[in-house]
């Protein structure tokens, strides 16, 4: 299976449990495919909420024709260092600290880190430490993601229980070869 093929498998499944798909990925060992999801919401993803996708996603894969032979599958939340690359992702996470990887002037790659201010158009504002505001053009973000301090009080809730905001859900019960 491609990971397009396991984007469309998920996504529907994901949006009827009111998560997002925040990564994606499958790869194979010398004895199984691996599939990887992440997600996430407003508010976190709860244990039941992985157990729930987990259980889903795997009836769904089991019944897949073109899916032979063993899988092992990782579902979990996106967790508090989440990839962020949408517009929508910096508007929900204004206020949060990022690490933002960007084409620098000269060709180079440079990080940033800084919490997210306020956006204009298709520019993003960083506010560094100092106070300092870098403004970025978010068609010269590579790669960005959360970077939040556990033990700074937050406006968003993770999910209940769940001291690091990441929660897991594994599953090797698939097909493992029989048949």
């Not at 925040?22 to 992985?50: K, L, P």
């Not at 430490?129 to 973000?141: F, K, M, P, Q, Y």
């Not at 033990?151 to 001291?163: C, H, I, L, V």
């Amino acid at each position: 299976m491609r990971r397009e093929e396991l984007i469309e498998l998920v996504t529907p499944l994901l949006t009827e449990e009111g998560l997002e798909l925040v990564e994606c990925s499958v790869s194979r060992t010398a004895h199984a495919q691996v599939f990887r999801v992440s997600m996430d919401r407003d508010g976190g993803v709860s244990v039941e909420a992985c157990e729930r996708v987990s259980r889903r996603l795997g009836d769904l894969l089991d019944a897949n024709p073109i899916l032979r032979g063993a899988y092992h599958m990782e579902v979990s939340s996106a967790g508090m260092n989440r990839p962020i690359w949408t517009l929508e992702h910096f508007r929900r996470f204004q206020g949060e600290t990022a690490q933002v990887e960007v084409v620098g002037e000269n060709g180079k790659n440079r990080s940033v880190q800084g919490a997210i201010g306020p956006l204009d158009g298709d520019r993003l504002v960083l506010v560094l430490d100092g106070g300092r505001e870098e403004i970025l053009s978010l068609g010269a973000v590579l790669r960005a993601r959360l970077r939040i301090d556990p033990w700074k009080p937050r406006s968003r809730r993770t999910a209940a229980g769940d001291p690091d905001g990441q929660e897991s859900t594994e599953r090797k019960d698939g097909n493992h070869g029989h048949g």
